[in-house]
T-cell receptor
Framework: DGGITQSPKYLFRKEGQNVTLSCEQNLNHDAMYWYRQDPGQGLRLIYYSQIVNDFQKGDIAEGYSVSREKKESFPLTVTSAQKNPTAFYLC?????????????FGPGTRLLVL | AQSVTQLDSQVPVFEEAPVELRCNYSSSVSVYLFWYVQYPNQGLQLLLKYLSGSTLVKGINGFEAEFNKSQTSFHLRKPSVHISDTAEYFCAVSETGTASKLTFGTGTRLQVTL
């Protein structure tokens, strides 16, 4: 079955710690996205990548970093500079840049601060 | 820049009753419009989308939406809801030619009761 997997489902972060959220897709999509979801605020775009080895900041990139070394993988690192990381993080992918196609979402990772 | 407004944060409705979830958008250019559904602790699933053509769009699970350019609206409707429709619904907009960047509304919680 093709789809998007995110791991872990729950992640706990200690003060000053960097943590990495995994996102893998086997849909052969070129574009991938990371969103943050907070109660009552909808989804906000953190980073997106239209092609391997290239990515752009979204609306709330501060305190986060990404890499896109492989087409199928787009990991998100929440750094210690992100002072309020508790949220639900969603990864998505779509066919490619410049093509208005559906974004498909993973099941999400819930990040909690200890 | 585009924006999306979902005025109703919660909509309670009895089973088998009709429902309308409201979505208004703002943009200076042509847009694509989407409705997504999110069940608790899960990712988002596409219900329907408007890219061009007929302004009445039919989606999965019996939902439909109508694009009204003059009123900048894209309201979601279902003639008879089921308990299983209880979920969070998000409206999203993308400006044409912006490589699939979505802007989401804050969501509407549909609560269906017996």
């Amino acid at each position: 079955d093709g789809g998007i997997t995110q791991s872990p489902k729950y992640l706990f972060r200690k003060e000053g710690q960097n943590v990495t959220l995994s996102c893998e897709q086997n849909l052969n999509h070129d574009a991938m996205y990371w969103y943050r979801q907070d109660p009552g605020q909808g989804l906000r775009l953190i980073y997106y990548s239209q092609i391997v080895n290239d990515f752009q900041k979204g609306d709330i990139a501060e305190g986060y970093s990404v890499s896109r070394e492989k087409k199928e993988s787009f990991p998100l690192t929440v750094t210690s500079a992100q002072k309020n990381p508790t949220a639900f993080y969603l990864c998505a992918s779509s066919i490619g840049p410049g093509i208005q196609e559906t974004q498909y979402f993973g099941p999400g990772t819930r990040l909690l601060v200890l | 820049a585009q924006s999306v407004t979902q005025l109703d944060s919660q909509v309670p409705v009895f089973e088998e009753a009709p429902v309308e979830l409201r979505c208004n958008y703002s943009s200076s250019v042509s847009v694509y419009l989407f409705w997504y559904v999110q069940y608790p602790n899960q990712g988002l699933q596409l219900l329907l989308k408007y890219l061009s053509g007929s302004t009445l769009v039919k989606g999965i699970n019996g939902f439909e939406a109508e694009f009204n350019k003059s009123q900048t609206s894209f309201h979601l409707r279902k003639p008879s809801v089921h308990i299983s429709d209880t979920a969070e619904y998000f409206c999203a907009v993308s400006e044409t030619g912006t490589a699939s960047k979505l802007t989401f509304g804050t969501g509407t919680r549909l609560q269906v009761t017996l």
